[in-house]
């Protein structure tokens, strides 16, 4: 084993890890007011907006209709007018950012539509706003879907900063391209590829974990 | 108590636009047990949602309490509802909060102070016998309990009103009963005034002072529920009626032959 190799993955695997952390937290922070937005606008929704609702479909649809490592490239002047450049892990938050957002809103919004409209009624009658409703009913009715779907986006933008990592984004993909591809390093390219697949099955584990436990406080028999 | 007057609804759809209430006028009194039947898709429910605005009619005036419901603004709309409670029939509680917290949810809507809540949630799920089940999820409740949280959540505001959209529907004959019951006694202790729909005769023979009669979105038939069994005018009342007519007939076939049962 050559002595570079820790330093190499070590350093591949912080910077993943910071990617994929604040890209998660960002596409989450949009995705979350997106997908409350169409749930809340649809036709026949809390709050009925059908033009804002139709405008906000048709751009996620646009953005979902790219693939990737193209719309990162489009993304390259917004990565440079925020963080001043277009390279390495904290240019690729950008992206991803935006890449995974609508991804994520969708799945956000599929899992608060689980909602039987019964207990949005009851809300409703008993004189709810709908920002009650949202916050109160809604999202925590929702809760173990929501955590399921968002531990699958997650790994969406896990698998995404490896896809961002052969542009120069950094991270493991960065790693197994450069190193084990281009270099013919089949060390680094074996080790890159059991850590992503460790990774994965961390993110899975803890949101099932997560999304158990919510379930099984629900609906336990003592 | 309530007044509807000339309320019309119709839902629209691809093909145009389908009628479900039509020109409906009704005088439901302070107090009351009212109760409205009809076969299913006579738009029972769609008036009993109209009420609180659940469903928006097209025309016509309804008054609840002095209040033109119709007229109201959101904000009055919702400030009024907190003063209509409603219970459904797939009870509609929140899967997320436990009895108490369900209760309670109608008064932090509210916006009523910690204490006072308690004080007030206690007191319901006393009433609805459920005080050992405060911290329980609905999960594991029966039906016939989730149904008594509901009505301790449509209560613990003091509504003026309770709506019962087919409240029993989903429950076993001995649990409808109990139900029933419970709606007598609250009836008498709060001079709650109650309007439900129902598809059962039971129910409507068990607790309903007065009714009415919905065939195809139009009130056939109103009056004391005696009058309705004794003297049933619409085709509906008829046919609902008929099968107690049939037995009676049989009996006095068996009786005049001398059988015993």
Known sequence: MNDDLIDLLWKGLLETLYMVFWSSLFALVMGIILGVTLVVTEKGG?????????????????????????????????????????????????????????????????????????????????????????????????????????????????????????????????????????RFREDVLISTVILIILLVQIFQWSGDSIAKSIVKKRYKFE | MIHIQHLNKSYKTAAGSIPVLQDINLHISKGDIFGIIGFSGAGKSTLIRCLNRLEEPDSGTIRIAGKVITELEEKELRQARQKIGMIFQQFNLLDAKTVYQNVAFPLEVAGYRKAFIREQVRAMLDLVQLSDKEDVYPFQLSGGQKQRVGIARALVNQPDLLLSDEATSALDPQTTYSILELLKEINRQLKLTIVLITHELDVLQHVCNNMAVLEKGRIVETGSVDKFFLYPQSDTAKRFVHIIDHYREKRNVWEGAGAGI
Do not use: D, H, W
């Open chain 1, 46 to 182: 809390i709050y009925p907006a059908p033009a804002v609702n139709k405008a906000i479909g048709t751009i996620i649809n646009g953005v979902r209709s790219l693939p990737l490592i193209i719309l990162i490239v489009l993304l390259l002047p917004l990565s440079r007018l925020i963080v001043g450049t277009t390279l390495g892990p904290t240019a690729a938050i950008v992206s991803l950012s935006i890449g995974a957002a609508p991804f994520l809103s969708r799945i956000i919004e599929n899992s608060l539509k689980e909602v039987s409209a019964g207990k949005i009624e009851a809300a409703i009658s008993v004189g709810a706003t709908p920002f009650t409703i949202i916050f109160r009913v809604l999202i925590p009715e929702a809760l173990p879907a929501l955590v399921r779907g968002i531990t699958i986006g997650i790994i969406g933008i896990m698998e995404f900063s490896a896809v961002a990592g052969a542009i120069g984004a950094g991270g493991l993909g960065s790693l197994a391209i450069r190193f084990g591809y281009q």
